[in-house]
C-alpha cells in the first residue's frame, strides 16, 4: 500500500481482556516495528521484525505481549490479559532496510478501562 | 542501549523567530539521527535526518547539526510560522532500532 496501515485506530477494551492490533506495513519493507507511545512521552521500542522472524523483541514488557508476521507482511501485536497500565498509542513503523527511511503508522490507540 | 535526551520539554517563540532543540545520546555506535514532527492525534512525520558522517545538514527554513565527538546533535527552525507549533522528537538509530528523546512541545505565538 501507499502507507502503513494500522487498524483499528482506536480499541476501547475491558481490564483482563485480550486485544489483537494490527499493522500493513508498506510492500516490500522487510523490516517491521512496533513502538508504544505513552501520553507526553516518546515511543517506546518493543519488538523489530526482519522478513518473519522477531530479530528483537527486548522492549516487550512482559509475557502479556507477543507479536507475530507470519508471511513477512502483516504483524499483529497480541496483547493478553490487559491492564489498565497498557493504555497508550501502539505504533507500528516498517522501512525498506535497517537503520533509516522509517515510516510510521497512524497508530492505535489502545485504552484499557 | 541508547540513551537520548532532549531538552527544552516545551518551547514557546514569537512567529519569525527561531527556535532550537537539543538532545545528547549515549551510544557512539548511533550513526543515524531522524526527527520527527508529530501534530496532535497524528503519526510521526520525517522531517530531517543526518548521519554520522555529515555535520550539519539544511532543508528551507530547517537545519539540523551533529557533533559526533561530544553526542550532540540540534534541530534549528528559522523564520517560525504557526504550523510549526507541534511535538518535535530527535532519535538515534544504532544498527535497526530507533530510539526517542522524550520530545518539545513547541508553540509559535502569532
Known amino acids: 500500500g501507499a502507507g502503513v496501515s494500522q487498524t483499528p485506530s482506536n480499541k476501547v477494551t475491558e481490564k483482563g481482556k485480550y486485544v489483537e492490533l494490527r499493522c500493513d506495513p508498506i510492500?516490500?519493507?522487510?523490516?517491521l516495528y512496533w513502538y508504544r507511545q505513552s501520553l507526553g512521552q516518546g515511543p517506546e521500542f518493543l519488538i523489530y521484525?526482519?522478513?518473519?522472524?522477531?530479530?528483537?523483541d527486548s522492549g516487550l514488557p512482559n509475557d502479556r505481549f507477543f507479536a507475530v508476521r507470519p508471511e513477512g507482511s502483516v504483524s499483529t501485536l497480541k496483547i493478553q490479559r490487559t491492564e489498565r497500565g497498557d493504555s497508550a498509542v501502539y505504533l507500528c513503523a516498517s522501512s525498506l532496510r535497517d537503520g533509516g527511511g522509517y515510516t510510521f503508522g497512524s497508530g492505535t490507540r489502545l485504552t484499557v478501562v | 542501549g541508547e540513551n537520548v535526551e532532549q531538552h527544552p520539554s516545551t518551547l514557546s517563540v514569537q512567529e519569525g523567530d527561531s527556535a532550537v532543540i537539543k538532545c545528547t545520546y549515549s551510544d557512539s555506535a548511533s550513526n543515524y539521527f531522524p526527527w520527527y514532527k508529530q501534530e496532535l492525534g497524528k503519526r510521526p512525520q520525517l522531517i530531517i535526518d543526518?548521519?554520522?558522517?555529515?555535520g550539519e545538514k539544511k532543508d528551507q527554513r530547517i537545519a539540523v547539526t551533529l557533533n559526533k565527538t561530544a553526542k550532540h546533535f540540534s534541530l534549528h527552525i528559522t523564520e517560525t510560522q504557526p504550523e510549526d507549533s507541534a511535538v518535535y522528537f530527535c532519535?538515534?538509530?544504532?544498527?535497526?532500532?530507533?530510539?526517542f528523546g522524550a520530545g518539545t512541545t513547541v508553540t509559535v505565538r502569532a
Open positions: 532519535a538515534a538509530v544504532n544498527d535497526y532500532k530507533l530510539s
Open positions: 543526518i548521519r554520522s558522517n555529515v
Open positions: 510492500s516490500g519493507h522487510t523490516a
Open positions: 521484525f526482519q522478513g518473519t522472524g522477531a530479530a528483537d
